[in-house]
């Protein structure tokens, strides 16, 4: 079994931020295609004068997908757009104290949906 540290752990038991933003204005979902586990994320986010004043996920997935989406959250949360554009998943994974190398394909992909659901914004 996989050695996860107890924010992993934390973030997976009770996760940060779940569900779907009322009145979101940006939007992502993404499954991990690397991942043996078939991870997908959903984001919605609600941005005001490029900052995220609200941001939610849903999850299918593992424990390191779980943690990972629940972090991400955490950490984009009140950033600026640009801000949350330089959150990377290394920075995910740091923030939960690191990750089991087996389990880093689940979590290596929570930033990069981030990144679709800002491009989302922009585009608007």
Known sequence: M???TKLVL???EHPRNVGEVKGYNAFAMSANKKSLCGDTIKLTLRIENNIIKDIKFQTLGCVA???ASSMLTSL????TVDEALKITDIDVVKALGGMPAQKL???NFAASVLHQAIQDYMKK
Request: aromatic share 12%; charged share 25%; with cysteine.
């Open 2 to 4: 996989e050695k996860y």
């Open 10 to 12: 934390d973030h997976f």
């Open 65 to 67: 997908s779980m943690a």
């Open 76 to 79: 984009a949360m009140n950033k």
């Open 105 to 107: 394909l689940c979590s």
